[in-house]
């Protein structure tokens, strides 16, 4: 059974830092790659980051691009979102997705989310 | 980026209902088009991807169709556990956009 746990996040201040994790289960990682997605309170689905199965390629929509980092460990079978300079628009549920190998952006599978809140 | 229009934004039904929800690309997407179901502080849950393939363990009650730049998603039979919001996604060019969504409530 595929499986995404997610982790890490929680209240912080603007400017501030904060890193999430997704631990995966259920099939091979290393062979697919992984996205994140994000939900602000009350609006729709938005994708923030995606990294490839190796991780020697990673993407970024344009409102995080030089403040949010992607990694992944596949040892550890874990993804990772580094955030940086958080602004109050950051705020959202932030979900880790499980891509497909012939369609990057396909997600069947999708963890629980984690709370991102910053405020003053 | 491509754009995706969803519409309505919001409907009303009735359990036992027929209904559907129309998803516009702003450019030709093929059949690289995914419907997601989300309930209230839940994950999104994929139904259909390909534009009309069923994902395992969805009952057929869901449908898909269209192609190019017009699709639609048939939820027939409407029972209380389909109320919910659903949004369509394209996965066919970078980055992947996502509809406004739409919310099926009980009427």
Redesign the interface.
């Known amino acids: 059974e595929v499986q995404l746990l997610q982790s890490g996040g929680g209240l912080v201040q603007p400017g501030e830092s904060l890193r999430l994790s997704c631990v995966v289960s259920g099939f091979t990682f290393s062979t697919y790659p992984m ?1 994140w997605v994000r939900q602000a309170p009350g609006k ?4 923030v980051s995606a990294i490839s199965g190796t991780g020697g390629s990673t ?1 970024y ?1 344009d409102s995080v691009k030089g403040r949010f980092t992607v990694s992944r460990d596949n040892s550890k079978n874990t993804l990772y979102l580094q955030l940086h300079s958080l602004t109050v628009e950051d705020t959202a549920v932030y ?1 880790c997705a499980k891509g497909e190998v012939a ?11 984690t709370l991102v809140t910053v405020s003053s | 980026d491509i754009q995706m229009t969803q519409s309505p934004s919001s409907l009303s039904a009735s359990v036992g209902d027929r209904v559907t929800i129309t998803c516009r690309a702003s450019q030709g997407i093929s059949n690289h088009l995914a419907w997601y179901q989300q309930k209230a502080g839940k994950a999104p849950n994929s139904l259909i991807y390909a534009a009309s393939r069923l994902q395992s363990g969805v009952p057929s009650k869901f449908s898909g169709s269209g192609s190019g730049t017009d699709f639609t998603l048939t939820i027939t039979s409407l029972q209380p556990e389909d109320f919910a919001t659903y949004y369509c996604q394209q996965y066919y060019n970078y980055p992947p956009t996502f509809g406004g969504g739409t919310k099926v409530e009980i009427k």
Not at chain 1, 44 to 47: A, R
């Open positions: 996205s729709g689905l938005e994708w993407f929509t979900y369609s990057t952006y396909y997600f069947e599978y999708w963890g629980q989310g």
